[in-house]
């Protein structure tokens, strides 16, 4: 039971103080934000299995009870490997056919005992975790960042999820249509309903991130200069293949932009086999006084920068769905130094429920000692300090 309050897990790198973090926050999204993709969430080890669950093939289980303000909420997450069968026919008998076993995973996802679509599930619980490994939001790949925004947006904002995976399967459908045009199995103008659709979810798509980018950036500006004694301008750029500013757009102007450009690459996405514009192009940046933060910004400049982006996450959360989202903090104060350590902590423990881990207690900070919980973890095993 993790109670109200911040409560700090101890232990050495290597015993499962991440991974603990990753679990609670699969709860709230659906997806590891640590993964590459679901197989890397399966249990290695086939032995640390009951047999119940080996007979159910499930390799992966999290669950937990949430208590909220009005009402406890049980969520349980399940990866399972499956065997299918492909059927493949032998070049020397055309009538014959040889059965391969392949593995497959498939995902269940129940709240309150009863499954549900990812798209209901996701948003049950709100979370924020923040990691050393943010610093990506700046100089990692564009499609990072697209997953932030997707993934916050989607915690708050069904609406929005279910477009994006119908958005997703679009492009994909477009896409195989494009090579098939090339090749001249098909016409161009089988590529009329799939653009219909293009157009409409990812004008939504474009309009929703385009106004988070403007929330997070005044959010994100307010806590930067609590963070940094140099009072330094930061702000979130939102970019698109749409020519204006996406914010001073309304969703049907993004629209008719969009569907301009999609008639206007038709050639040049026949040639590459793949849509070239679209909100799955789309990117943001990070600009301190205007100079973009992976360009220009020095190491510390840019932890800062994504520290602010992500305490601006969590109130964003706080505001938008009426109650304090769960803050997840692994081993971020080791990154810090003392002043900051004292004001990201003053923030963190103003919520109602944190979680903090650290390989070193002398990382937290000692104003905080008297209000919170302490927790040894060791292979995986939490127990309680007294």
């Known amino acids: 039971m993790l109670e109200p309050g911040v409560t700090i897990i101890h232990g050495n790198n290597g015993n499962g103080k991440s991974n603990l973090l990753e ?23 086939p032995k640390t299995l009951n047999a119940a669950n080996e007979a159910l093939g499930i390799h992966t289980k999290v669950s937990a009870n949430v208590e909220g303000s009005h009402e406890s909420t049980k969520l349980q997450y399940d990866l399972f490997e499956i065997d299918s069968k492909k059927q493949e026919e032998t070049p020397q008998q055309s009538n014959s056919t040889n059965h391969i076993k392949k593995k497959s995973l498939k995902k269940l996802v129940r709240v309150n005992g009863i ?3 990812i798209s209901e599930f996701v948003g049950e619980m709100n979370a924020v975790l923040f990691t050393v490994q943010d610093l990506e939001l700046i100089y990692g790949s564009p499609k990072i960042r697209r997953r932030y925004l997707d993934v916050l ?17 679009t492009v994909l459908q477009r896409n195989h249509l494009l090579r098939s045009i090339k090749t001249g ?6 590529l009329n309903p799939w653009d219909h659709n293009l157009v409409i979810d990812g004008g939504y798509i474009i309009f929703t991130r385009s106004k988070l980018i403007q929330q997070l950036s005044k959010l994100s500006l307010s806590q930067h200069h609590l963070l940094s004694p140099l009072k330094e301008n930061l702000n979130l750029v939102y970019i698109s293949d749409i020519e204006e500013q996406p914010s001073e757009s309304d969703q049907s102007n993004i629209s008719r932009i969009l569907k301009q450009k999609l008639s206007a690459r038709i050639s040049t996405d026949v040639n590459k086999g793949f849509t070239s514009v679209g909100p799955h192009r789309d990117d943001f940046k990070i600009t301190i006084d205007e100079m973009d933060c992976s360009r220009f910004a020095s190491r510390g400049q840019g932890r800062v920068a994504t520290l602010s982006l992500k305490l601006a996450e969590a109130q964003y959360l706080s505001d938008t769905r009426g109650e304090n989202p769960l803050i997840l903090l692994d081993d971020v104060f080791s990154e810090l130094d003392s002043i900051r350590r004292d004001k990201v902590w003053k923030v963190v423990s103003d919520y109602q429920q944190s979680l903090i881990t650290t390989s070193n207690m002398n990382d937290i900070p000692n104003n905080g000692t ?8 060791v292979d995986g095993s939490i127990d309680e300090v007294d």
Do not use: T
């Open 153 to 169: 947006i989607s915690q708050h904002n069904r609406e929005y999820l279910m477009a994006l995976q119908r958005y997703q399967k």
């Open 23 to 45: 679990a609670i926050y699969i709860l709230s999204v659906g997806k590891s934000q640590r993964a590459i993709n679901d197989k890397d969430l399966l249990i290695f080890n």
């Open 185 to 190: 199995i098909s016409r161009v103008g089988e």
């Open 370 to 377: 008297l209000n919170m919980k302490i927790c040894r973890i």
């Open 115 to 117: 499954q549900r679509k």
